[in-house]
C-alpha cells in the first residue's frame, strides 16, 4: 500500500502539470496571460511567448504601455515583480523544452 502511496505522488511531483504551477510565476501567467497567449505561451489568440530569450524591463515596458493589439496591464493586475516572475516562468518553460530532464523547479515565494 504505502509503495502505491509512494509512486502516486512521485508521479504527480513529476507531471509537468504539477511542474509548472510550483513555479512563481505560473499563477500569474494563468490569470493574466494564458487566455491570449496560450496555456503554456506557445500563443492562441496573441502570438508565442516560448522560443527566444525575454529581456524582464522590455516586457515589463511592453506589459505596462501595450504594444500593438496588446492593452496595457496596470499594477492592479499584475506587480512589477509578478511580470518579472512571468519572464521567469517563460523562460523556464523555454529550458524545459529544450532538456526536460534538467529542469528544476524554481520554488514560489
Sequence with gaps: MIRILVATVATLVASPVFAQEEHVGAEPYRLVCQSCHGEEANGDVA???????????????????????????????????????????????NERESSPASVAVEPSR
Excluded: K
Aim: aromatic letters at 8%; glycine letters at 10%; charged letters at 20%.
Design 47 to 93: 502570438p508565442p511567448l516560448t522560443g527566444g530569450q525575454l529581456d524582464a524591463e522590455y516586457v515589463l515596458a511592453i506589459v505596462r504601455e501595450g504594444f500593438g493589439q496588446m492593452p496595457p496591464i496596470s499594477t492592479r493586475e499584475l506587480t512589477d515583480d509578478q511580470v518579472r516572475d512571468i519572464v521567469g516562468y517563460i523562460t523556464w518553460l
